[in-house]
């Protein structure tokens, strides 16, 4: 099996399962990327303030255009699974956070990532799931 396969079947499988769970749970894959995003930005804390980032940051990490970004929050928020919070040291901006309800989604959909790689990983024989974790680890800390 090529490597190009091998990401393929991978993408298989992960887009079944948001296929699936995704709609049992009520979250679309774009919302899980930006739940995601927002708990990236959270741990990097770089704010003064000890708060999440700002939407641009946001933006930033996803490679999209701030309207969108933008609309997808307020989703988010209206849905209960973002809020934001003033920044204490720019009047005009705000940060992003996640929820509890946020954090349980974020959770969901790390468990439903979990289930395709065992779906994967049935699928891929003579496969070492473990061996090809500890490859890609390697590789990003050689560069």
């Known amino acids: 099996m090529t490597f190009a396969q091998l990401i393929e079947l991978a993408h298989r499988h992960a887009h079944r399962h948001w296929a699936r769970g995704g709609a049992r749970i009520g979250l679309s894959h774009s919302e899980y990327e930006y739940l995601r995003a927002i708990k990236e930005q959270e741990?990097?804390?770089?704010?003064?303030d000890d708060?999440?980032?700002?939407?641009q940051d946001v933006v930033e990490?996803?490679?999209?255009?701030?309207?969108?970004?933008?609309?997808?929050?307020v989703k988010l928020t209206e849905r209960g699974l973002v809020e934001r919070v003033p920044c204490r040291y720019d009047a005009r901006a705000q940060h992003i956070l996640?929820?509890?309800q946020g954090r349980e989604m974020l959770q969901t959909g790390?468990?439903?990532?979990?289930?395709a790689a065992r779906s994967f990983?049935?699928?891929?024989?003579?496969?070492?799931?473990?061996a090809l974790a500890a490859a890609l680890a390697e590789k990003s800390e050689t560069g």
Do not use: C, F, N
Not at 63 to 69: L, N, P
Not at 110 to 115: I, R
């Open 43 to 48: 741990i990097k804390q770089t704010s003064k």
């Open 98 to 100: 996640l929820t509890p």
């Open 61 to 73: 990490d996803l490679g999209v255009r701030k309207a969108s970004a933008s609309a997808m929050v």
């Open 121 to 130: 990983l049935s699928e891929a024989p003579g496969l070492d799931g473990d």
């Open 51 to 55: 708060h999440g980032q700002h939407l």
């Open 110 to 115: 790390e468990e439903m990532y979990q289930a």
